[in-house]
């Protein structure tokens, strides 16, 4: 089951099967009743085996990625971000940001706060800033006070 409440923006995890984004507590609660069952893990949404080697993992994600989902673009962006490779982030905030994704704004924003990969620019950080509160992002509006 799936509990539908608002998911805080720092405690989810997407689903790579089907790019869907279910909450930390969702997703120990299925954990939990498939080991409880002795059942082998499977979505909660589309019900996909979750058994996946690196390079089957590697494939869902460039699949997702390439049909323009933009959860999928904004996490790459992330994993691009935490290597330290700020070029590719950008490139992936930018295209997730495109698409709608609101925390992509809030990447960016950091980016150009912090002059990684772009060079700083106070306008462009408002912005980002401004789109991702404007679209009921917390941390944005938080740091928009």
């Not at 969702?26 to 939990?32: D, F, L, P, S, V």
């Not at 904004?74 to 940001?97: L, V």
């Amino acid at each position: 089951a799936i509990c539908c409440l608002p998911m805080p923006l720092d405690s989810n995890i997407m689903l790579i099967c089907c790019g869907k984004v279910i909450c930390n507590g969702c997703n120990h609660a299925k954990k939990m009743s498939e080991e409880e069952a002795s059942l082998d893990p499977s979505c909660p949404i589309c019900q996909e085996s979750l058994k996946f080697t690196p390079d089957e993992l590697e494939k869902f994600k460039m699949k997702r990625i390439k049909m323009n989902d933009p959860i999928a673009i904004r996490h790459e962006g992330i994993e691009q971000s935490r290597k330290g490779d700020y070029q590719s982030a950008f490139k992936n905030f930018t295209k997730a940001a495109e698409l709608g994704n609101l925390d992509a704004h809030y990447q960016l924003a950091a980016l150009y706060r912090d002059g990684h990969g772009v060079q700083k620019d106070k306008h462009k950080e408002m912005y980002h800033l401004e789109q991702a509160a404007i679209g009921g992002h917390p941390y944005a509006r938080y740091d928009l006070g």
